[in-house]
């Protein structure tokens, strides 16, 4: 999410230190200090690969000791009657893995990765889009997601801006055609810019709700160019820090109108991707409108967009929301709003969005769990919403960090198979509201429960005796399939 224009200083200082690109495609990583590679951002001339030493990486099987091997995750293995890839439908995010510089709000960038000349330019763009392309190529993942800023560079003015968009796109799509790739989704920007400070649909200036409006258009219009699957709203500003200068009501209002227009304009394009919203319950502002699955539900009902709409659930999101991610998946589930999910997860001391990748694997059960009950999430998929940790710096890691992401949730839906034949929590949970497989629980069931007809009934039975929960032995057997 980070712009890629470094300061003015690092740039000159690159420049007298300049490295060919070859010399720089041996390095692994050059020193931060230095401001990247530093041709000055003229050409796209990148000579041969951009990650030399990186095959194709394989399913080798958990025993393998090739960490550019997957141990869990085999693409064409059928588990639960679906090869594992369309349970998983995997996407690279494109602002962490290739905009990602490490900075921190303490720490300047760590990473410079060989192609970057520490430029924003539109050539720079290009070779880091043919660089993104090799990177899914050789990771055997065909989907991916952007942000509209982040794969083109702005300029000085909206129809500047979007003539650099049309450019990049325009790479996009012929190297998505060579690669047989998509995106997953595409989304618009509208957190980083100084325009957005207050909010973008939210904002209470109309040039910045009409500006916001400009760039959705045109987002949707590329997403859809693009042949992508589905469109993200996550404002990242729609909310506010305090009541005391805000109106949430004529906020609130606005937003709604804004993603009704937004509807209006995906069918007047005819694009049939999929709307979703992304929860979020603060970060950048304290109270976010989308604060969980739950609240944005409300949300849509009230504002009768429910039929447009699907969710995007974050696991690193739900956790700030003070949900577990399983919780929102599965509110999301049984409303029928599971849309798309982004795999990262947070950091329980930390408590921040950190964006991990996710390696625990009860986490990854409970999440393919749902995943499972929900018959997958297509057209949605799982979007790698994370970043490599400020001291990963080897161009090596960020495959690492795909392939233990990939794997864990491979084996997570291992796990769920696994539950699933053994049936003892099915069974557990079945047993815990057998009392309702009843002529009176059929009658409560069926919604004709009436209170007298259950007073009756209790003067009858008198005390009920009420049943151990038995949550030890849910762990025992849930934990028994890791
Ligand atoms: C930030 C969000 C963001 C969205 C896309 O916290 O997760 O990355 O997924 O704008
Ligand atoms: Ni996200
Ligand atoms: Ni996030």
Not at 117 to 136: Q, Y
Not at 316 to 337: K, V, W
Not at 465 to 481: C, D, M, N, R, Y
Request: glycine share 8%.
């Amino acid at each position: 999410m980070m712009k890629g224009s470094k300061p003015l200083l690092l740039l000159l200082v690159a420049s007298s230190l300049c490295l060919s690109a070859v010399i720089a495609a041996q390095q692994q990583t050059c020193p931060a200090d230095l401001g990247g590679k530093c041709d000055g951002g003229a050409s796209d001339d990148w000579e041969g690969e951009f990650f030399p030493g990186v095959p194709k990486i394989k399913y080798e099987g958990p025993t393998s000791k090739n960490p550019l091997a997957y141990r869990w995750y085999n693409a064409e293995e059928v588990i639960l009657g679906k090869k594992m890839k369309d349970w998983m439908r995997f996407s690279v995010a494109f602002w962490h893995t290739f905009r990602g510089t490490g900075a921190d709000p303490f720490g300047a960038p760590t990473k410079s990765w060989p192609w970057e000349d520490g430029t924003n330019s539109l050539a720079m763009a290009k070779r880091r889009m043919r660089a993104h392309f090799e990177f899914m190529e050789k990771l055997g993942v065909d989907r991916w997601c952007f942000h509209d800023r982040d794969i083109a560079p702005d300029g000085r003015t909206l129809e500047e801006t979007n003539a650099n968009m049309d450019e990049i796109v325009e790479l996009a799509k012929q190297l998505q055609a060579e690669t047989n790739t998509k995106p997953l989704w595409g989304t618009a920007q509208l957190f980083m810019h100084p325009r957005y400070m207050h909010g973008a649909a939210t904002s209470p200036e109309v040039k910045v709700y009409a500006y916001a409006a400009a760039q959705v258009k045109k987002a949707l219009e590329v997403t859809h160019y693009l042949g992508g699957e589905n469109y993200v709203f996550w404002g990242g500003r729609e909310g506010y820090q305090t009541l005391l200068n805000t109106d949430m009501k004529r906020e609130l209002d606005h937003l709604a109108n804004f993603l009704q227009a937004a509807v209006d304009y995906k069918k007047k394009i005819g694009f049939k991707g999929t709307l979703l919203i992304e929860p979020k319950p603060q970060e950048p502002t304290k109270h976010q409108y989308d604060w969980d699955v739950a609240t944005t539900f409300a949300f849509l009902q009230k504002y009768g967009l429910t039929g447009e709409f699907k969710i995007n659930v974050e696991c690193n999101h739900a956790t700030l929301s003070g949900h577990s991610c399983h919780h929102e998946l599965e509110t999301a589930r049984i409303n029928g709003l599971l849309g798309n999910i982004d795999a990262n997860t947070g950091d329980p001391q930390v408590g921040w969005d950190t964006d991990q990748f996710m390696t625990d694997i009860a986490e990854a059960t409970l999440v393919m769990s749902s995943v499972v009950k929900n018959g997958g999430l297509a057209p949605g998929g799982f979007n790698f919403d994370a970043k490599l940790r400020r001291e990963s710096t080897d161009v090596e890691d960020m495959f690492l960090a795909h392939i233990s992401g990939m794997d864990t949730l491979a084996r997570g839906l291992r796990n769920v198979a696994k539950l699933i034949e053994d049936g003892s929590l099915d069974e557990l949970v079945r047993k815990r509201y057998q009392s309702f497989d009843s002529q009176i629980g059929a009658l409560i069931e069926s919604g004709k429960g009436d209170f007298e007809t259950l007073e009756k009934k209790v003067l009858e039975w008198g005390e009920p005796t009420v049943p151990s929960g038995k949550q030890e032995l849910a762990e025992i057997l849930f934990h028994s399939a890791l």
